[in-house]
């Protein structure tokens, strides 16, 4: 309740009040005495308070930058001989969040964040990024039905849950068939969503570090079956995220492993059908994804629940 109502500020009589409803229906239904109702709220503001502070030193605060900042990261990549990524906008927007990637993640510290960067892509003159542009040319002008379906079914644009909530949702139908209980409820919950919040951190880094340039700005051309992301390409969001939360779920859920596997891959394969993104970006999302989700699995070894 504390958490909703400090992120929906304009909805706080609402939550309170759906609070309140669920206090009196525990009550009404002989469930739990007063008292009982009260000790667990107090226990929940305390739990809340701390994540709350953590929340306002995590350096979100700092995530959009300056003009200066935006303007110094161009200039950085242009000295390196590399076409540097510019917003295809209209009109032309800040860069989405370019200092994301120092947020505070849960499951390491902020030097590990570097520490686990991914190598380069391929340099933007080399024949292996101009063999993948042509495949991104390809899948613009000949996707078939089923690959613009797939690209459509995970497009999480704006507006929509986006993939951390795409897969927010993938994991609460399979936990309502398993029954868990509350507090697994709880526990598979955070794990998912440190191993999403950090593999969002991990991408951000490694985009705005290289800050490489979308197929759409190489090749004006090409045409992409959904909005282009106003954030460089290196590496692919999509198959970070997803590969973070397959990989976690299959932990939590061993029977559906490898499904969850197929749909981090149908998810990372969207974006290049969708002309979104380089093969590299794609391949290399998904192994930093399991990467991270790697991190999540080891917290979940050693958290007690097992």
Excluded at 2 to 8: A, G, S
Excluded at 133 to 158: C, M, P
Excluded at 269 to 298: M, P, T, W
């Amino acid at each position: 309740v504390e958490l909703l109502k400090l992120l929906f500020p304009a909805d706080v009589a609402y939550v309170q009040q759906k609070a309140d409803e669920q206090m009196k229906a525990r009550i009404m239904a002989g469930m739990n005495t007063r008292s009982d109702l009260e000790a667990g709220v107090a226990l929940g503001r305390l739990v809340a308070a701390k994540v709350i502070a953590r929340a306002a030193n995590d350096n979100m605060s700092r995530a959009v930058g300056t003009p200066a900042q935006w303007a110094q990261l161009e200039s950085q990549t242009a000295a390196t001989g590399e076409t540097p990524w510019i917003s295809l906008d209209a009109p032309n927007r800040p860069p989405m969040l370019p200092f994301f990637g120092r947020v505070r993640p849960f499951l390491f510290d902020s030097l590990t964040t570097i520490a686990i960067r991914p190598t380069p892509p391929p340099p933007t003159a080399s024949a292996k990024f101009k063999e993948e542009l042509v495949e991104v040319k390809n899948f613009s002008v000949n996707a078939t039905r089923e690959q613009i379906a797939i690209v459509h079914y995970w497009a999480d644009g704006v507006g929509t849950y986006t993939p951390p909530g795409h897969w927010n949702a993938i994991a609460a139908e399979d936990f309502i068939q398993l029954g868990f209980s509350e507090v697994r409820w709880a526990r598979n919950m955070a794990l998912l969503n440190m191993a999403v919040m950090d593999a969002g951190i991990s991408c951000w880094d490694t985009k705005y570090f290289y800050y490489n340039p979308r197929p759409s700005q190489m090749d004006p051309s090409i045409k992409t079956s959904t909005g282009i992301p106003n954030f460089p390409a290196y590496i692919s969001g999509h198959s970070t995220f997803s590969a973070a939360a397959a990989t976690i779920l299959g932990y939590i859920v061993p029977a559906r492993a490898n499904a969850y596997t197929a749909m981090a891959k149908e998810a990372s394969d969207s974006r290049l059908f969708g002309a979104i993104h380089y093969r590299a970006d794609c391949e290399v999302g998904l192994v930093q994804g399991k990467k991270v989700g790697n991190f999540a699995i080891a917290r979940g070894l050693t958290d007690g629940a097992n």
